[in-house]
């Protein structure tokens, strides 16, 4: 199934590495439609975004950061959360402010960065200053010794600023620390809801993105890891299967619905058809075990958050759409030529440039590993029911369980049980639903 021009979900990696496969087959229990709402509505909400400043910034924290602020809680009020930006700060493992983004922690991964006298990526020393450069939109890429391509998403925290149409310059209301928070006509502060439990802030009431905290006491809920970590790998492109080390083209269920082995292997690599027709539980499984040294793992809810509200705060596009991946044959890069992917593709990626992470708009549809747990027939069927499986796996460090309304058994779609899912989410913080959408009907 061929997906439309908005942002999908990806695969990743924590703590050293992220993957990408890419699906054909109908998957109901993917988050459910509301998921899927969100997710429109999120290209919707940054789409042609005006943008985010060094002096917005620092105007907004005057307003945002006073520690005498009266905020008055009211959940029966609403704001519209259509018309948003996205500000980012670079943060420490002790979630202090910094200047400068923490350092990639390669473990064993090779550092590679963009030559475009050859338009294309050479080996490079950890220590080149050219490497990367976040305040230039140039991201931190490196290979694994399979070739396969990842790009670092730093430990940061973000606030949402909403404003009230595309013009942004009325400031309606803000997601901070504090929670979700309106703007009163006559400036006072409303309190919509609290954040969860567990999410964290910084000093100035940005929110820890909760794919780089510990989230044990949680017990995940939040999409968090075992501990604090620096950053994340995320896969450049969406995943590829190679036979042997020469590239298989997955053209349907019987060659692509397989476990990785010694002789298969998913790689992350550009200019060629990504995996697809494949189960969410193979997804699972080979997203586990491409690298059990560095943990990878198919990615949830909070990591393709990470990438993408990185992805469009300044440090990113600053606001503007990527560009569709619309090529038909679903080519990693939209091309079948490298150059192409670096020259004439580059719009395509995460920051609009060659260093981004690629394939996010357009090309197949991606699965993330995070569910509805309704009862839904297909979790089992689709997700498998061993202890190492996708569904079965009683391990929710490495997936997002949603809660669903208490009528809702999964058997049957219902545009209220839909609704209420949706709006079960209005705490959460990073996972680019609630926060970044609004109610929308999905058919």
């Given at each position: ?137 140039k991201w931190a890429n490196a290979i694994n010794s399979d070739g396969s391509y990842f790009v670092w998403i730093p430990r940061y925290a973000y606030r949402i600023i909403y404003y ?280």
């Amino acid at each position: 199934m061929e997906k439309n021009n908005n942002l999908t979900k990806i695969i990743i990696v924590t703590a050293v590495i992220i993957i990408i496969f890419v699906l054909t087959i109908i998957l109901i229990f993917f988050i459910s439609s509301y998921y899927k709402k969100a997710n429109n509505n999120y290209n919707m909400l940054i789409d042609n975004n005006i943008l985010e400043d060094d002096d917005n910034q620092n105007e907004n924290d005057k307003i945002f950061q006073e520690e005498n602020l009266v905020i008055i809680d009211n959940s029966n009020e609403s704001i519209n959360r259509k018309y948003g930006r996205i500000e980012v700060v670079w943060i420490d493992e002790n979630n202090n402010v910094i200047e400068k983004p923490l350092e990639p922690s390669l473990g064993g991964l090779t550092p590679i960065k963009f030559n475009s006298s050859i338009n294309n990526f050479q080996v490079v020393q950890s220590n080149d200053e050219e490497w990367y450069n976040y305040d230039e939109q140039k991201w931190a890429n490196a290979i694994n010794s399979d070739g396969s391509y990842f790009v670092w998403i730093p430990r940061y925290a973000y606030r949402i600023i909403y404003y009230s149409n595309e013009n942004y310059s009325n400031i309606i209301g803000f997601c901070d620390g504090r929670g979700l928070i309106k703007i009163n006509d006559d400036g006072s502060f409303t309190r919509i809801s609290k954040n969860n439990t567990g999410i964290r802030e910084t000093s100035n009431h940005y929110i820890v993105a909760p794919a780089f905290s510990k989230d044990t006491a949680s017990g995940y809920r939040n999409g968090g890891w075992s501990k604090d970590l620096s950053g994340i790998w995320v896969a450049k492109y969406e995943m590829s299967m190679e036979t042997n080390g020469i590239h298989t083209d997955t053209i349907n269920i019987d060659v692509g619905n397989i476990t990785i082995n010694d002789n298969i292997k998913a790689v992350s690599k550009p200019a060629v058809s990504s995996w697809r027709n494949i189960s969410i539980n193979n997804c699972y499984l080979n997203s586990f075990y491409y690298d059990r040294n560095r943990d990878s793992h198919l990615m949830k809810s909070s990591e393709w958050g990470a990438i993408a509200y990185l992805s469009y705060s300044k440090y990113g596009t600053n606001g503007r759409s990527i560009q569709c991946n619309t090529n038909s044959n679903y080519l990693t890069g939209g091309s079948t030529t490298i150059t192409s992917v670096y020259l004439s593709n580059k719009g395509q990626s995460s920051n609009g440039n060659e260093t981004g992470v690629y394939d996010l708009v357009g090309g197949a549809w991606e699965y993330i590993a995070a569910y509805i747990d309704n009862g839904y027939t297909g979790l089992s069927l689709y997700g498998g029911n061993l202890d190492t499986d996708f569904y079965g796996s009683k391990n929710s460090k490495y997936k997002t369980i949603y809660n669903h309304d208490s009528q809702d058994t999964g058997t049957l779609y219902n545009q209220v049980y839909s609704n209420n899912n949706y709006s079960l989410s209005l705490r959460n913080r990073g996972d680019a639903i609630y926060e970044i959408s609004n109610m929308r009907i999905w058919k």
